[in-house]
């Protein structure tokens, strides 16, 4: 049973840092490509960044230069570290893999991400 589980959520000022992170389970690690996406009320889910196995990374223009994805195979979790954040940032924030030849995806629950004063 393939299981992604989000942390590290919660609220945050303006200008400081915060980390999420999501362990994968069930799920052969080396073979998906790992994304995070947001998605703010109203909005529609965006991807922020995306790690391939080979370590290719995609960032979407809003966070690049603030936003770093990595990936550690030997605990098999993704996190993005997220710096000088603001409220445009806040969202709900989703784990995602997909397989890199099948296609076949899968999301964690989400963890909401608020920045405000």
């Known amino acids: 049973q393939v299981q992604l589980v989000e942390s590290g959520g919660g609220l945050v000022q303006p200008g400081r840092s915060m980390t999420v992170s999501c362990k994968a389970s069930?799920?052969?690690?080396?073979?998906?490509?790992l994304g995070w996406y947001r998605q703010a009320p109203g909005q529609q889910r965006e991807l922020v960044a995306q790690?391939?196995?080979?370590?290719?990374?995609d960032y979407a223009n809003a966070v690049k230069g603030r936003f770093t994805i990595s990936r550690d195979s030997t605990k098999s979790t993704v996190s993005l570290q997220m710096n000088r954040l603001h409220p445009g940032d806040t969202a709900q924030y989703y784990c995602?893999?997909?397989?890199?030849?099948?296609?076949?995806?899968?999301w964690g629950q989400g963890t909401q991400v608020t920045v405000s004063a």
């Open positions: 995602n893999a997909e397989q890199t030849i099948t296609r076949q995806q899968y």
């Open positions: 069930g799920v052969l690690f080396a073979l998906y490509t």
């Open positions: 790690i391939t196995p080979g370590g290719k990374i």
